[in-house]
């Protein structure tokens, strides 16, 4: 079974670290995914998921920067992102808890809707409010052109991701009386270099993890009103199914016995 246990804030996990540039008013964001693409890998592995390797790169640029940005908003959010692309034809999920350091999402890439363009949605729970939602559409194949487009229409300010190594990334965004053409001329070299060249306020380093916290309670909880009603539907006439976790696509088997007791316990 996949492991459940909920992850340990002294746990290792990949680093990322902000700071902020002083003379041009703008935030770096950067750390090493090697870690976080090696758990990534290992879940997918033993799950049994097998993504085309197409959408497993959408998939990988898609999580770096959901990661630098999540690192650069307060640590009392929850962020989901829906990624739609139709050309290739797939959905990208990925969704983090700030206060807990965790990520984690899926590649749907069946029955995914036809639509007039591409779509960006980004839902984000700060505290206690309510969900707000964002939308924008995009055009191309780039999940990284999809977040830059996101922060200029809905975030209102400019984002630039780089690949600054084999497994490295940063994000610099713009914060209040931002260099905005510097930030705009800014190129993969520069990015590199900006601990050189430019005078970095140090702001905080977070840890973030690979992990979703689906249990089969949980998926149980789910599937409990379709077993009261209609169990016949449900199991047919195996003895157990198999279902997936909607968020990471964990695989959980559910035996009918379980499902039986379990809402034979519940009113």
Known sequence: MPETTPPNLADEGMEVATHFV???????ANGDFGALFVDYYLH???????????????????????????????RNELTAWTINFQEPRVN??????????????????????????NIFYADVVRGRGEKRRSAVTFTG?????????????S?????????TGEETWAMVTEHPDCDLPWLTALTTEG??????????GFLEKRVCRWHCGCNQAKLMEVLAPTMRNNPADLFEDDEKIEI????????????????????????
Do not use: W
């Open 155 to 163: 975030e209102q300010r400019l984002a630039r991701y780089f690949q």
């Open 22 to 28: 002083r003379a041009r008013n703008a935030m770096l």
């Open 191 to 200: 990015a590199k270099t900006l601990a050189q060249t430019e005078e970095l």
């Open 244 to 267: 997936r976790c909607p968020r990471c696509a964990a695989r959980h088997v559910i035996t009918r016995e379980a499902m039986e007791a379990f809402v034979a316990g519940k009113p």
């Open 44 to 74: 997918l592995g033993a799950n049994e998921v097998r993504p085309a390797p197409e959408h497993d790169a959408l998939f990988k640029r898609a999580l770096v920067a959901f990661v630098l940005h999540c690192a650069s908003r307060p």
């Open 92 to 117: 990208l999920f990925l969704t983090g808890d700030n206060e807990l350091g965790t990520v984690t999402g899926r590649v749907f890439s069946e029955n995914v809707k036809e639509l007039p363009e």
């Open 141 to 153: 194949a780039d999940p990284i052109a999809a977040v830059e487009k996101f922060y200029a229409q």
